[in-house]
């Protein structure tokens, strides 16, 4: 793409083995800190549709999407049910058309919107699209320096010198006041419980996209093979995502698989033949997420036969 690219503008970009995949560009200064602590010069962030993560790549690497790209795309292989995923992908890049909307929608799959709603605030308008994507987070800095006063100069202290000193008193002490105990019926039964499950769901989640971030970074989103480091790392990270995977209660969950697509990730690395080290772990671990998936494909479905 040319030097003038904008926050809002929909692209195509390429990421290891994966096919080329529809993206937004993102502004720097919104992304998760996560996020953007990754950041690399003279590089832009974008966001990928039907998926949750995010890739920094030089602007001349990212090929402009337009309407007629799509519509072709989605003509050609709506039925190829080998690409079901990217055809997804290029199907919300259709009905992309307001770039505040998507932004309040990826917010609020992030559980940022308020974050969202306070960047608005301090800025006095919505966020638009046609920004400058390599404009980063500013830090206010107060450059206010605390003046003293000598008592020298100070009238106030003057006048304090030239009047008698009073003879000092005792202050009263005042009895402390005695606190209200609330009885136990007060206190609402299951409030603490109620925080307790919310808690533990957006740790679930935080973890699940933990674990797809880590392998991802270590297998798919590199130019160069993995290192030694990088493979010991994901062979721990997928035996870690076994054992927590083949219980009664297991902590990748639908809601945990469903925030996270990790069962995505793994399909991408058993249909890559340069990671089939991997593949047997990757099988495993999708065989005991069968029934999972088969429910998030049945959510899929009706999704989109949604009008």
């Not at 003279?42 to 602007?59: G, H, L, M, R, S």
């Not at 996209?209 to 590199?222: H, T």
Request: with cysteine; proline share 7%; hydrophobic share 30%.
């Amino acid at each position: 793409m040319t030097k003038d690219i904008r926050t809002g503008d929909l692209v195509l970009c390429k990421v290891g083995s994966f096919p080329p995949w529809p993206a937004v560009v993102f502004p720097q200064r919104l992304l998760r800190n996560d996020v953007y602590r990754k950041r690399k010069s003279n590089c832009v962030a974008v966001c990928f549709f039907n998926d949750p993560t995010y890739y920094w790549e030089q602007p001349g690497r990212l090929k402009q999407l337009d309407q007629d790209t799509i519509h072709s795309f989605i003509s050609e292989h709506n039925k190829n049910a080998n690409q079901r995923e990217l055809v997804n992908a290029y199907k919300e890049a259709k009905k992309f058309d307001d770039f505040n909307v998507f932004l309040q929608e990826k917010f609020d799959e992030e559980n940022r919107l308020k974050d969202l709603k306070a960047f608005e605030k301090s800025e006095g308008s919505r966020i638009v699209a046609g920004e400058d994507p390599y404009i980063g987070r500013t830090k206010v800095v107060n450059k206010r320096k605390k003046t003293s006063i000598s008592p020298k100069n100070d009238p106030e202290s003057k006048k304090d010198l030239q009047q008698p000193k009073k003879e000092e008193t005792k202050p009263i002490i005042q009895p402390p006041k005695k606190r209200k105990h609330t009885s136990d019926t007060e206190v609402k039964p299951g409030a603490s419980n109620k925080k307790k499950v919310k808690l533990d769901y957006s740790r679930k989640i935080e973890i699940s996209l933990l674990f797809r971030r880590r392998i991802q970074r270590n297998l798919i989103q590199r130019e160069t093979p993995p290192a030694e480091g990088d493979i010991k790392e994901t062979h721990e990270l997928l035996n870690r995502i076994y054992e927590n995977s083949d219980t009664k209660r297991p902590f990748f969950d639908l809601e945990a698989l469903r925030e996270s697509k990790l069962h995505k990730l793994l399909k991408a690395i058993v249909n890559d033949p340069d990671l089939e080290e991997f593949h047997p772990s990757c099988k495993e671990i999708l065989l005991t997420w069968a029934d999972i998936i088969t429910e998030l494909k049945k959510e899929k479905s009706q999704a989109l036969s949604t009008p």
